[in-house]
């Protein structure tokens, strides 16, 4: 495509992901113009001295006129903002997201969608434990998923601004893909709420345990420790709003993971190497098939050799 996809888009909320597509939308001349609004007013200081677009005083001034209006705050707060901005929003507009819980947060912004107005909610399997604006760079998106989940049987005005939509994310360097909202949800509970919720666990657990000193705990940490004590660094007001709107699938994951964590666990208590080795031996297929998708690499110790980092 041939210049900017939106002449002018609308970030509400300028954290990692809000800065992210900032930043990559200017570098890929995807939007021609950018507004940015967060509800902090210590945030908007912080953007407006990173440059990262025209930083307004109000979610109103930021919404008007733009093309494509992206909420980018936790999924507990859609609604309230949605509130706040939709008055602002002319016909013809784009209303999205990037939470990574879909149904609620389709709920919440039908809720005070303006009439006219194409709610396409989305979410980019992006991101880093870091937060604020900051945080953000330009390649965060590329090769990345970036969902879909718009509303089923859409008239042709609807369909238009669901393809500029997705090229626009497609400019800054996902992949796009669409999925039903419910699907969507079922989904990230297994390949990301899940894993959060035991990387919170085990840390606390790991802290708790009364045999085992705070001090050792950070002395010894194995490699695997450390990548769990990376994603228990996210944002706890984010993944607080994830698990409460995400709930019954999160639930019913979990319930399966506890069943299979028991399985597990009997297998060791009876010497049962056989189960053990079925069980890791598919695990390691499977880590082989997210190598072979393109969806991490196979360096060894992927980055974690300290040795070869600069000394400060």
């Given at each position: 495509?041939?210049g900017?996809?939106?002449?002018?888009?609308?970030?509400?909320?300028?954290?990692?992901?809000?800065?992210?597509?900032?930043?990559?939308?200017?570098e890929?001349?995807?939007?021609?113009k950018?507004?940015?609004?967060?509800?902090?007013?210590?945030?908007?200081?912080?953007?407006?001295?990173?440059?990262?677009?025209?930083v307004?005083?109000?979610?109103?001034?930021?919404?008007?006129?733009?093309d494509c209006?992206?909420?980018?705050v936790?999924?507990?707060?859609?609604?309230?903002?949605?509130e706040?901005?939709?008055?602002?929003?002319k016909p013809?507009?784009?209303l999205?997201?990037?939470g990574?819980?879909?149904?609620?947060?389709?709920?919440a912004?039908?809720?005070?969608?303006?009439?006219?107005?194409?709610?396409?909610?989305?979410?980019?399997?992006?991101?880093?434990?870091?937060?604020?604006?900051?945080?953000?760079?330009?390649?965060?998106?590329?090769?990345?998923?970036?969902?879909?989940?718009p509303?089923?049987?859409q008239e042709?005005?609807?369909?238009?601004?669901?393809?500029r939509?997705?090229a626009?994310?497609?400019?800054?360097?996902?992949?796009?893909?669409?999925?039903?909202?419910?699907?969507h949800?079922r989904?990230?509970a297994?390949?990301?709420?899940?894993?959060?919720?035991?990387?919170?666990?085990i840390v606390?657990?790991?802290?708790?345990?009364e045999?085992?000193?705070?001090?050792?705990?950070?002395?010894?940490?194995?490699?695997?420790?450390?990548?769990f004590?990376?994603?228990?660094?996210?944002?706890?007001?984010?993944?607080?709003?994830?698990?409460?709107?995400?709930?019954e699938?999160?639930?019913?994951?979990l319930?399966?993971?506890s069943?299979?964590?028991?399985?597990?666990?009997?297998?060791?208590r009876?010497g049962?190497?056989?189960t053990l080795?079925k069980?890791?031996?598919r695990?390691r297929g499977?880590?082989?098939?997210?190598?072979?998708?393109?969806q991490?690499?196979?360096?060894?110790?992927?980055?974690?050799?300290?040795?070869?980092?600069p000394?400060h």
């Open positions: 495509m041939i900017p996809v939106f002449d002018r888009i609308a970030i509400i909320g300028a954290g990692l992901i809000g800065s992210s597509i900032a930043l990559a939308a200017r890929n001349g995807a939007a021609g950018i507004a940015i609004y967060d509800a902090d007013e210590e945030v908007r200081r912080r953007a407006r001295q990173l440059g990262l677009g025209e307004c005083e109000t979610a109103a001034n930021a919404c008007a006129d733009a209006v992206i909420l980018c936790p999924v507990g707060a859609i609604e309230a903002a949605c706040a901005l939709a008055p602002s929003m013809g507009a784009i999205s997201d990037v990574s819980v879909k149904e609620k947060a389709l709920a912004m039908q809720t005070h969608c303006s009439e006219g107005v194409h709610l396409i909610p989305g979410h980019p399997i992006a991101g880093t434990e870091k937060s604020g604006p900051e945080a953000g760079f330009s390649t965060l998106f590329r090769d990345a998923w970036y969902i879909l989940t509303l089923p049987q042709e005005a609807y369909n238009s601004a669901l393809d939509l997705a626009f994310w497609e400019m800054l360097g996902s992949k796009v893909e669409i999925m039903e909202a419910g699907r949800d989904v990230l297994i390949t990301s709420h899940l894993p959060h919720l035991i990387a919170y666990n606390s657990t790991a802290y708790d345990m045999s085992v000193g705070e001090g050792e705990v950070v002395k010894y940490s194995a490699g695997g420790f450390r990548d004590t990376r994603i228990a660094a996210s944002d706890p007001t984010m993944w607080r709003d994830v698990f409460l709107n995400n709930r699938a999160v639930l019913e994951t319930g399966r993971f069943e299979d964590l028991a399985a597990l666990q009997r297998a060791i009876w049962d190497g056989d080795m069980e890791f031996e695990a499977i880590r082989k098939a997210i190598i072979d998708a393109g991490d690499t196979s360096d060894v110790n992927f980055g974690r050799n300290m040795s070869d980092k000394k």
